[in-house]
T-cell receptor
Framework: EAQVTQNPRYLITVTGKKLTVTCSQN?????MSWYRQDPGLGLRQIYY???????DKGDVPEGYKVSRKEKRNFPLILESPSPNQTSLYFC??????????????FGPGTRLTVL | GDSVTQMEGPVTLSEEAFLTINCTYT??????LFWYVQYPGEGLQLLLK?????DKGSNKGFEATYRKETTSFHLEKGSVQVSDSAVYFC?????????????FGTGTRLKVLA
């Protein structure tokens, strides 16, 4: 089954404790992306990757890191989480066709609470 | 920079009513435009898209036309069902500006009453 998986689905942590949210896709997609969803703000893109070893900032990259060492995986790293990073996070992937990407497929989301 | 503005919700309609959710955008170059839908407790899924001016995207009875002259991509459905209750997001992906970011609107919650 074609899918995007994220782990964990729920996480409660404390300020300053490094964490990683994993994202994996089995569709051989070039484009992968991380978003955060907050009430009243919609979805905002954190980082995206056009392919292996190619990443770029979205609109809200501060406080986050990503890496793309393999095509299927795109982990999101919070080196020192703060309460303002409490949010619902989505990973997504899509084919890439000369800059016009195909349908984005979204993971089920990770609800992160930073105390 | 690029931006998307969509009407605030919630929108509450009776079953079989006509739906319009407005979306306007600001972008350099020639963006692709999308509508995504989020059902309760789920991730987003693509509803429809249009990649150039005057294109009409359609799916499951929903339609939206890419209007370059008015920079709009309004979502319409002739007769909504209770199962259409969800949050709808308008989005764009810009081209020609050297970036491949996605910009989403704030979402419009639709509630359809039986």
């Amino acid at each position: 089954e074609a899918q995007v998986t994220q782990n964990p689905r729920y996480l409660i942590t404390v300020t300053g404790k490094k964490l990683t949210v994993t994202c994996s896709q089995n569709m051989n997609h070039e484009y992968m992306s991380w978003y955060r969803q907050d009430p009243g703000l919609g979805l905002r893109q954190i980082y995206y990757s056009m392919n292996v070893e190619v990443t770029d900032k979205g609109d809200v990259p501060e406080g986050y890191k990503v890496s793309r060492k393999e095509k299927r995986n795109f982990p999101l790293i919070l080196e020192s989480p703060s309460p303002n990073q409490t949010s619902l996070y989505f990973c997504a992937s899509s084919r890439e066709n000369r800059g016009r990407s195909d349908t984005q497929y979204f993971g089920p989301g990770t609800r992160l609470t930073v105390l | 920079g690029d931006s998307v503005t969509q009407m605030e919700g919630p929108v509450t309609l009776s079953e079989e009513a006509f739906l319009t959710i407005n979306c306007t955008y600001t972008a350099t170059g020639y963006p692709s435009l999308f509508w995504y839908v989020q059902y309760p407790g789920e991730g987003l899924q693509l509803l429809l898209k249009a990649t150039k001016a005057d294109d009409k995207g359609s799916n499951k009875g929903f339609e939206a036309t890419y209007r370059k002259e008015t920079t709009s991509f309004h979502l319409e459905k002739g007769s909504v069902q209770v199962s259409d209750s969800a949050v709808y997001f308008c989005a764009l992906r810009g081209l020609g500006s050297g970036t491949y970011k996605y910009i989403f609107g704030t979402g419009t919650r639709l509630k359809v009453l039986a």
